[in-house]
């Protein structure tokens, strides 16, 4: 009964080489958040959506971008990925109230060769 | 800018012990703060949300609670297990903007039989 799906689960990619990560959600909520996460650190909010109002952080480079198509999907494309692009992806779903929990997928794990 | 600090980063004990995880962050203007739990190479699973109006949440041997006005919550764990390792992650939710979390990096625990 999983209620937010990564795919995949890994990912490995060549330096420059486009990348795509999915998200899924059965929750049918408002928001969809993706972070990433670098080892042994804080996950870091890149972007999130609500519903199809897209909202990016400062900090964010440009070399990710996000598309959702509908309630239920998100993705996040790495252009041109880097070494320092290697990192947990987390993708995180939200009911969009203030008192909402957040609810997270298990992560797509990237390594960039 | 909110910032979140974990106290103590890492924590190693034998089974049985009460424990005790601190968490502070520098805006007080939140709606509510998330406890989370993350085993090594996956998710986040959430282990409390404490709105605002509470002092206090429990789940089973987890008690969260939460003082606003001093920038602090604390995680206790009654009588820790072997299966409570993990890093535990706190992430207060602002005030406004769709609960974009900012999450602190997290006290890594081990339990030891």
Known sequence: DAMVIQNPRYQVTQFGKPVTLSCSQTLNHNVMYWYQQKSSQAPKLLFHYYDKDFNNEADTPDNFQSRRPNTSFCFLDIRSPGLGDAAMYLCATSGGESNSPLHFGNGTRLTVT | ?113
């Open chain 2, 1 to 113: 800018k909110q910032e979140v600090t974990q106290i103590p980063a890492a924590l190693s004990v034998p089974e049985g012990e009460n424990l005790v995880l601190n968490c502070s962050f520098t805006d007080s203007a939140i709606y509510n703060l998330q406890w989370f739990r993350q085993d090594p190479g996956k998710g986040l699973t959430s282990l409390l949300l404490i709105q605002s109006s509470q002092r206090e949440q429990t789940s089973g041997r987890l008690n969260a609670s939460l003082d606003k006005s001093s920038g602090r919550s604390t995680l206790y764990i009654a009588a820790s297990q072997p299966g409570d390792s993990a890093t535990y992650l706190c992430a207060p939710h602002p005030s406004g903007g769709y609960n974009k979390l900012i999450f602190g990096a997290g006290t890594r625990l081990a339990v030891h039989p």
